[in-house]
């Protein structure tokens, strides 16, 4: 069975840092482009991050750029979101997602994912 879990969420005081991993079971995520999706209450669901299976292609939403910063290490099937310098409006369940697709510049784009992880609380708050 296909699953993605991710881990990593909590509370944090502004200007703080997280790491969130999203590991998969059930499959290799080689051939996979992963992105991070968060959603906070009231809000719709947007990208936040997207790396694609290789590696070698990043995207990141403006409202993260230079504060998050994603990366995979195959070997460990897994994919992480380390988010530092934390503000109260990155307070979200955050979510990893997987395609076996190239989503070049549109992976910030939640309807291409087909796997979806359960979500970890991120808290920002002081």
């Known amino acids: 069975q296909l699953q993605l879990v991710e881990s990593g969420g909590g509370l944090v005081q502004p200007g703080g840092s997280l790491r969130l991993s999203c590991a998969a079971s059930?499959?290799?995520?080689?051939?996979?482009?992963i992105g991070w999706f968060r959603q906070a209450p009231g809000k719709e669901r947007e990208g936040v991050s997207c790396?694609?299976?290789?590696?070698?292609?990043?995207n990141y939403a403006d409202s993260v750029k230079g504060r998050f910063t994603i990366s995979r290490d195959n070997a460990k099937n897994t994919v992480y979101l380390q988010m530092n310098s934390l503000k109260p409006e990155d307070t979200a369940v955050y979510y990893c997602?997987?395609?076996?697709?190239?989503?070049?510049?549109?992976?910030?784009?939640?309807?291409?994912?087909?796997?979806w992880g359960q979500g970890t609380q991120v808290t920002v708050s002081s």
């Open positions: 997602a997987a395609v076996q697709l190239d989503v070049g510049p549109y992976g910030l784009t939640a309807s291409l994912y087909d796997y």
């Open positions: 059930g499959f290799t995520l080689d051939y996979y482009a």
């Open positions: 790396i694609s299976s290789l590696g070698g292609s990043t």
